[in-house]
């Protein structure tokens, strides 16, 4: 293998990770959401929601404070939905997607270069106001494993990052393992499962279906920000581009289980980077719009497979999109 | 807890009652489903609770079990009056029930289910020590039972043991089995039976709930039967005879002994309209539900089919109506072949059928009056022309079917889920025979859940229809309500007709004992 190639490849995986990770936070998030029983079809808005919000935050206070924000706001966008679809028992998909779409016109609303002009000032006058006209904020830096990035192949991809991929890697592990291994977690699969019977057990089900959407609309609010200040750190409308659709339909390929997300998240990152190579290397030059359509492509792809290797029966949570009422 | 009460085994019950139930009554709407009922557990024993299906029982097992507030009476457990408010209030005194459909979540494994909100659970528990911990219970009753398989992959007797693994690590000790070996196998039954005597020698108390005769006989110490919400017998097992609990089940006591007379016979008697021959029908769980039957109906005829429920009775009336293939046999509709016809066809030939649960079943719910009246009809002319429905002409047979059948509702457009159950069921009727004249009507179960007067006026409407030369065929859990009606008695019992009885030789008793040990007896035709 030529040093050359060797150096694509590295390059390639280093950008599907940095890229997965969007998908990676945000379908974490979305795992624990529907193993209560609730699908959030509204994560792609609280993306971009999250994406504005670390815009402009990050010009006032800084990183930290612009992820904690992106959570905030992530939290509050959960909050309601968890309110309609929770309390209420609305239709949980119109719910989701009058989110998605509140969400995408509230940011675009917010990133129009007055209006981030006014926030911006609003929020730290000492900020000179110009900066939000310029739609770009600091990236986040890299934080370099020394003694691991070297490694060769993989150690660029993993260990030369910034903090929020490692932060999206541990939120992974742990949300599995309190998923799989705390009494929590069983308590909250069997809310999703057989709600019924969660309560008859004296299983809080509303409380656990409140938390578990806030939770993942709040890390879908992080995954905006990654996708901002980790990743793209220049504001255009719709900065999203359904890639809080991809996550959630990346959720079913993970059949659930954050462990799987991280596989699933980084192979995704790794087509969509692979979307901006293939040109430098000639093919879809002329017709980028062909390239620009084969994360979807793929993305409906390995749903039909999955679901023909399944035979049909996607083992999904049994209660997912089914609001609970006790009879009496 | 109380758990480990040891109690010399054997079927003696001490005289000290676990639990005690005064004079419980507990009412639905047009119904008393339970009607000052007392009823007594002691440790130790396995007390049968017997009784048709809509006798009580459960609900009486559900107000002990917390589901159910009673509006009078008093709960005693150990000789301390309770107030049971859910079942974790249940669970807290060691009353545990298993209910007939498993409360179990397939997906997970057999130790999440047990464990799930177990108060000595940390928050990450010791799966490993759990997991050896029903190990050890599930060895103690010799079941063979792995804690890491997925609930969804068990048979429904190991299934059966998770739901009592949930009680026994709760502690409970009066366990209350609701119809419990209706799933299982005759071998997973009597690997329950074992595992209840072993349960009743530890001290531990067993209710089974059940309406099968031979299984109250063979394995409890006591045996108690309700009917229509009251206790109507109460005794040691070893005193009671297979007649006594089959009478008192079915109530004989309201006919006494009188033979029913004869009727004048209907105009077209002698005509079969409906002839099954040798019909064998595969059930749900994928074993045959009715084996080898025969049955005719003959015009101007009622034939009532009795049985206890759940043997054969229902598959054996969806086959006549189309609803299910038959797998062997044949069904011959006024001398046409018509086995595994489309119901469409069968109606179009003259059957009308009457499903069972008519609110479930035989109406949308959501629809108007006149649009489940457009349901039967908008197929033929003059209804609709060219597919387009003529709403005018739909309204007009509406109109006819509620005064002729008496709907009571103010207006054809309201909901038909806003009827009561027996406005309902004549609506159906109305809708089925106002726009035809069949010549075989089955009906499934046609008065179930009705109060006494809509039931009547229901067999009224049968009665008219067999005078006027219709064949009748007609499933009913009321023994009374077959005596009255029919001319001709199919019993049946494990899939098999063990035999028909004529009017003037149907007595309760006779019927009982067919129904419940499925022996032919004499005087059968």
């Known amino acids: 293998m030529t040093l050359e190639s060797l150096s694509f490849i590295e390059a390639i995986l280093a950008s599907a990770v940095s890229a997965g990770t969007i998908y990676l936070i945000a379908s974490v998030g979305e795992c624990v959401t529907e193993r209560s029983g609730v699908i959030n079809l509204g994560i792609e808005g609280i993306m971009a929601m999250g994406a504005i919000t670390s815009f402009i935050i990050t010009l006032a206070y800084g990183h930290l404070a612009a992820i904690l924000a992106a959570a905030l706001v992530g939290a509050v966008f959960g909050l309601l939905h968890a309110f309609l679809s929770v309390s209420l028992r609305l239709n949980q998909i119109v719910v989701g997607l009058a989110i998605t779409w509140l969400g995408l016109g509230l940011s675009a609303f917010m990133g129009a270069p007055e209006v981030a002009r006014e926030l911006l000032k609003a929020l730290n006058p000492a900020v000179p106001e110009y900066l939000a006209e310029l739609k770009q904020a600091p990236r986040l830096p890299e934080v370099r494993v020394e003694f691991l990035a070297g490694v060769p192949i993989l150690g660029r991809a993993l260990f030369s990052q910034n903090a929020l991929v490692y932060a999206g890697l541990a939120s992974a592990l742990l949300l599995w393992f309190i998923l799989f291994r705390t009494r929590w977690g069983l308590s909250l699969r069997s809310v999703g499962e057989n709600p019924a019977l969660a309560d008859t057990a004296g299983v809080n089900v509303f409380a656990v279906r409140y938390l578990a959407v806030i939770v993942g609309s709040a890390l879908a609010g992080v995954a905006g920000a990654y996708l901002f200040i980790g990743y793209q750190p220049f504001w255009v409308e719709n900065l999203t581009r359904s890639r809080g659709f991809i996550a959630l339909s990346l959720v079913i390929l993970s059949s659930w289980s954050p462990l799987r997300a991280i596989a699933a998240s980084f192979l995704f990152g790794g087509v969509e980077s692979l979307q901006f190579r293939i040109p430098l290397r000639g093919f879809g030059a002329e017709t980028p719009q062909l390239i620009m359509m084969l994360p979807y492509i793929i993305t409906i792809v390995t749903l039909v497979l999955i679901s023909l290797a399944s035979r049909g029966r996607i083992p999904a949570p049994a209660a997912l999109g089914k609001p609970y009422s006790r009879e009496e | ?525």
């Open chain 2, 1 to 525: 807890m109380v758990e480990d009460l040891l109690e010399s085994p054997g079927p003696a019950p001490t005289p000290i009652p676990k639990v005690e139930m005064r004079g419980i009554v507990k009412r639905f709407p047009g119904v008393v489903a339970n009607d000052k009922v007392d009823f007594t557990i002691y440790a130790g024993e396995i007390h049968a609770l017997l009784g048709e299906n809509g006798a009580g029982k459960t609900t009486l097992m559900n107000i002990l079990y917390g589901i159910y507030t009673p509006d009078a009476g008093v709960i005693r457990v150990r000789g301390v009056p309770v107030r049971l408010r859910s079942p974790r209030d249940a669970i807290r005194l060691g009353i545990g029930m298993v209910h007939q459909d498993f409360r179990l979540i397939e997906a997970h494994t057999v130790v999440e289910n047990v464990f799930l909100n177990y108060d000595g659970l940390g928050f990450i528990p010791k799966w490993s020590a759990l997991e050896s911990r029903l190990e050890e219970i599930a060895s103690n009753y010799g079941w063979r039972l792995n804690p890491r398989a997925r609930v969804g992959d068990l048979s429904p007797g190991e299934k059966q043991q998770v739901e009592l693994l949930k009680l026994l690590v709760r502690g409970a000790d009066i366990l209350l089995l609701d119809e419990p070996t209706s799933v299982l196998t005759p071998i997973e039954t009597k690997m329950l039976f074992k595992t209840m005597r072993r349960m009743a020698g530890e001290g531990k108390s067993i209710v089974l709930i059940t309406h099968k005769l031979s299984e109250a006989m063979s394995v409890s110490d006591r045996v108690t039967v309700m009917r229509r919400g009251r206790i109507v017998l109460s005794k040691p097992t070893r005193e009671a005879t297979i007649e006594e609990l089959s009478t008192a089940m079915v109530g004989a006591q309201l006919i006494g002994n009188t033979v029913l007379e004869e009727r004048p016979t209907a105009p077209a008697d002698g005509v079969p309209t409906l002839q099954v021959s040798a019909l064998s029908v595969m059930g749900d769980e994928g074993v045959l539900a009715v084996r080898d039957a025969d049955l005719t109906v003959n015009r101007g005829e009622v034939v009532g089919v009795a049985g206890v429920s759940g043997n054969g009775q229902i598959e054996l009336v969806e086959a006549i109506a189309g609803l299910r293939k038959p797998v062997r046999g044949k069904i011959i509709l006024n001398g046409v072949d018509v086995t595994g016809a489309s119901p469409r066809r069968l109606m179009e030939l003259g059957l009308t059928y009457i499903p069972p649960e008519g609110k479930k079943w035989g109406i949308v719910p959501e629809l108007s009056i006149y649009e489940n009246v457009a349901l039967r009809v908008a197929r033929y002319e003059p209804y609709s022309r060219l597919g387009v429905i003529n709403w005018r002409r739909v309204a007009e047979v509406a109109e006819r079917v509620v005064s002729e059948f008496r709907v009571d509702t103010a207006s054809i457009k309201n909901r038909a889920g806003s009827l009561s159950g027996g406005n309902v069921q004549r609506l159906i009727l109305g809708r089925e025979l106002t726009t035809s004249k069949p010549s075989l009507l089955v009906a499934a179960y046609p008065t179930k859940g009705l109060d006494i007067a809509a039931s009547e006026q229901v067999r009224r409407i049968l009665s008219r229809l067999r005078s006027e030369g219709v064949g009748v065929l007609v499933l009913s859990e009321d023994l009374d309500e077959i005596l009255e009606l029919s001319d001709r008695i199919v019993v049946m019992y494990g899939g098999r007709v063990v035999g028909v009885v004529r009017r003037g030789d149907a007595t309760p008793e006779l019927l009982g004992v067919m129904m419940s040990r499925g022996v032919a007896v004499s005087a059968s035709t």
